[in-house]
């Protein structure tokens, strides 16, 4: 059933679910993306909130995005204290939208808290800190969901259907390509922004800037789509821009568990690019491209047949894209609705566990804590290659 | 100022407008697009509602949408006076989404009431009725604001602001075509939804469902981004479905006040039609074009030079369309945020009305009642050159 | 089979076809590709010619594209005379591709003279003119063949191919349009190229440059994917360009014998227009969509199912089509191809004729002196409705 | 001047090149490409051939496309004496489209004999051969072109002169694509051809059948493009279609000498590949996106700027792509005329040489026998570094 067309969280417990926000204050790109993804198909009311590290630019912006005065917190301790004082009526969950180097400390304190957690990319800095998060969230049961948002488009969601159906055959080739120009300046010489500022400080935004911002990404988008894991990777990473210090490209050639081969390429130095995440994937029987440019499409070509593009809101979608469709063919959704989608997956694993009565099988396709442990994996296997001039490197069991 | 960076009502009265909804119940496709439309920019909270012309289905419906019991009212004239009864804390607005007939009775009754209103288009079924519609929008001097949501994208405003700079001189041929293919099968003699019910009731959907349905917006589109009124029109109108007793079909030749000429034609019986809604216009200088299916873009070819394919979010557009612009360049937005540009417009000409103080220009671009007098102005024009064999027939001075 | 597979006029003759052009020469756009398209697939050879009206230039011309001095004329008349003298190794025909005005004279001429012609279009500047010729080719038995190369594209045949075989079922909506820009400027006030002097001077170019130039390409091109003929138009024809003393512009209303309905409109005077001819028909089925800047793809959207792009070399296209790709799939293929092929079956019509041995069926697609006729008819009804202030005129029986 | 607009060759010589043809006979892809391009623009005309290694074949074939009885040679050697013999009347140049290990020998012994040469990719199946064959045109001073014809593309030429220019800065990403589908099931296993017979035996076809198909292709594409070579890749490459002998496959990450890195992948076992050669190259200041798909235009999107679609006959271009322009504006070209190009770019260097003008600057664009030379090195290197794991191996001073 789409999501569009019915509640099961105000069916299963008469209300939506209740949720903290943590992060996405003044001047955030993606606050406020998540806040109107919460609650776009009423599973999430937002209740609570934490906008800022700082005290009292947390509590005031609180108020400014409609918080009451009381649950306008300070700090997080303060929310999941004061919240858990609260009993019945406290936050359910918490969504976590703060520096890279906070994702992990913050999620675990909410979940051993017993908050569910919905968290921006990448989940870790490190791949022990990833491994330990993973391991607390199958301790603590509570669900957590890592905003890997583009695995929310319906037409990537057909894509993996496609995929698992056998459509493709045997996959042979996955080229990945996430190209992003914002950096093609040397933007860290001018004044910085704090957002900006967090990003250049490695000790926050990770080990490799290119790769937990939009590296990640690519990775993710493509082992979801193939329903593979990469096995190994030969990288070229490094700075385009002379004089940077931080990465800002990565190429990699990749090979996946069940022999797929191919390339990702990734930068945020590509002067004229606009958001171009695209991913192209070959099996023995045909291909299926996404272009996140023209999200509501997917291309696909088989062997001997004229090339179909699915469009979403088609007739013949598979369920799990069917599902993630919410306003009728031919009318634009976008980015803004992928993310809804993973929050609406969210809710419907978490009300699952509240209830005991299981989610959808396609409401169970949002990225995981295994998800972001095999990101963090994917990132330092290709650190490592390229520091051993390009040699192949495992991405290890995990 | 974009529309995402602040928030005048907020600002000017310490909380959002408050917003009674007035249709768009269960089965409904557009009822969740204003609601989540009218919440999108925190300009509105929907506090009220009335959401079937059944008293009981009404009031279950108002709570299934999250309304307090209370204020999840059975009709429309209880709606109203309870929240009049309510002073300060009753309803400042009303979003009117149901059958065409109702359009102008249900704005009528808000508009004396004192509230401001925001309909969806037709905004009458007569020329009589939106005539008497639209002065009292003038007499009562509340806002009025029609829902013609195409309007509302940005590279639409982009393309009026550039028409309007003089980019490509006076203009000499526009183009539009709207075609859809919902009733391309007889689904008149299958089983009738109550949406389709009404619909193929001319009483209930005016006389003719496709102009009104469409038509308008076609109109509407080319009118705006022109800055020009069709001054006569010849047209062919009937049904293309054998043995169908409504028009589904109507080509139209038009000429503009300017001096402009082209073509129109609509149809909701193109088998295949995703929701092809196709803007161009040829001026001296150069050509714009705009089509739905990719509303982040609009393409612009000059006289002896190359094409240029103009995106939201690129760092060249006119203030108009920058305002318009949520998410960053390269994330693509969709028909959900055209419509909540217009309630963001709508909020902030509300404010002015309350405060004295001007909106922004650019919030002042949203079609008025006026333009609702002009579409049906076209709609009866039109379909008296069909009769008349396709003479043309002028649209008059309204 | 493919045309580039054999050469059945080698196969029957020994030797390809010995061809004559008149017209063509030098600044002419239409002259090389006339040349290169009639002996790509070496089925003719150009062995005489008449390149200029002027009797030594035409001479000189003649050189230089390659003829032996001998054969490279003063005139058609001397042409005709000397060919014929020739006995069995003189010229089998003559491809015309003069000024408007001379296309039936120097036509009739040649036909009289036992010669099959291949004649741009539009094939006459007068219904009565064009009635003479057709009459002529019926009477004389020889090819004729009209060279509205758009109908040489695979992909149009293809289209036509499908619409043949039902895949559309009945059809609805017929949207033909064709802009250019050469004529968005004043031009006819700047100094003037021998070309644009015939074109400026309607004695020789015909009653509407416009429809003459592109409009019976538009034309014919519906009609061949169609198979059918207009049956009544409802025309606004006029000069876009202010001061302008002749059409550049014709915007049409028309009615087909089977049903269909839709709009035409061609211009010269579109400012920014590239060469953008598209076809769109709507049958009850699904749609078909070509565009001439995209000649290598088809749009093919039926109901319910997803939108496939067929493309030239594709495993599953029509016999009609397929046998008009020359290329492997993925190669493109041009403006100069879709000229060869109508050269190609012309060349198969003679041979048929000569040896008595039908010709492929899928070679006779070319077109004809009667779909000439059509086009003349077309034009002056057209015109008539224009003056008549929109009327329906119908095309009448021819 | 545009090539279509004169024609040095006659204006020097009173009459067109005489080439001799090498290969290219019945079942060939290639073969009528090369003949309709090398007469297209009446520079050459093809006046002897030695179209099979087999003698009788090979005069039969002859005569089939046309060459006079005794013109129809039965060998090369054969072809070479004859040819020789008839002193000024015989042929200035051959075009050699055999077999790839005929490439070298051929061409070697037509230089010997004072001929000059076109012949197909790749110019050699090994580094010292190619080596050989460069220093031998050295040598002989003749005339070598080697014909990538996509460098033939007009706006291929426009992209190089814009790198050129400095339009794009200095360049930072180079990624090429080429992706075939004519492998992606296990052909060799069926039925041969003649063709696959020696594709698929690597002592003829070279170390790698993909690399020197293909992979040479794109290869020389980025290099022409960017005025560049690659100095050193890292490769995988192999075989997708199980049990397959031969390489199907290869994915590269490389550097370019002025600093550009990349990646490079091509494949012939794509299922449902068309034949996608792609080149995206990202500067300091924009990028440059060209697709053989839609051949006609050119991508240019600059940082702060709205993207540009160039295309063929724009107002704007270079001279370099202006004059490979044959055919007006929106009017399409394809892969022939690519071809036409490179036959008209080495009929304009034969000129020179014969009368000592210099050529036309632009018409010395043409690939080399450097070109072929660096496209062979690319080869061996590539092949080295997927044998030592992925190790990048420098492309060598050459």
């Not at 999941?80 to 180097?101: C, F, H, L, Q, Y």
């Not at 969210?346 to 989610?359: L, R």
Request: one cysteine or more.
């Amino acid at each position: 059933m789409r999501i569009a067309d019915h509640n099961p969280v105000v069916e299963a417990l008469g209300r939506p679910l209740r949720l903290g926000v943590i992060g996405g204050g003044a001047g955030s790109f993606i606050g406020p993306i998540h806040r109107s993804a919460a609650t776009l198909d009423r599973r999430f009311e937002i209740v609570a909130g934490v906008l800022s590290s700082d005290r009292h630019r947390s509590m005031a912006q609180g108020v400014d995005i409609g918080l009451d005065r009381q649950r306008a917190y300070g700090s997080v301790d303060e929310m999941i204290e004061r919240e858990a004082a609260r009993g019945s009526s406290g936050i359910d969950a918490v969504a976590v939208m703060t520096p890279n180097d906070r994702h992990c400390p913050v999620s675990s304190a909410a979940l051993e808290a017993g908050l569910h957690v919905i968290c921006d990319k990448p989940m870790a800095n490190s791949v022990a800190e990833a491994r330990a998060l993973n391991d607390l969230v199958s301790r603590t049961g509570k669900v957590f969901c890592l905003t890997h948002n583009y695995s929310g488009y319906p037409m990537v969601r057909q894509a993996r259907a496609m995929v698992e159906a056998g459509q493709l055959g045997e996959l042979r080739i996955v080229q990945a390509e996430y190209f992003q120009g914002g950096m093609a300046l040397p933007v860290e010489r001018g004044e910085l922004t704090p957002k900006l500022r967090w990003k250049f400080d490695r000790a926050r935004s990770g080990p490799s800037l290119v790769l937990g911002d939009i590296g990640t990404h690519a990775h993710h988008l493509a082992c979801f789509v193939c329903g593979d894991q990469v096995a190994a990777v030969a990288a070229d990473i490094g700075a385009l821009v002379p004089t940077r210090q931080f990465d800002d490209y990565a190429g990699m050639l990749w090979r996946f568990r069940r022999g797929a081969r191919g390339s990702c390429v990734v930068t945020q130095a590509a002067a004229g690019a606009e958001n171009n995440l695209i991913l192209r994937i070959y099996g023995e029987k045909g291909m299926l491209e996404w272009q996140h440019l023209t999200p509501n499409y997917l291309r696909h070509a088989s062997l001997g047949e004229s090339v179909r593009t699915l469009g979403r809101g088609d007739a013949n979608l598979a369920p799990a894209a069917e599902r993630a469709c919410r306003i009728a063919r031919g009318h634009p959704e976008g980015f803004r609705e992928s993310f809804a989608t993973l929050y609406a997956d969210f809710a419907e694993a978490i009300v699952a566990k509240m209830t005991g009565v299981p989610a959808d099988p396609y409401a169970q396709w949002f990225p995981s804590a295994a998800d972001g442990l095999h990101g963090a994996v994917f990132i330092e296997a290709s650190l490592r290659s390229s520091d051993q001039g390009g040699a192949w490197v495992e991405c290890g069991a995990n």
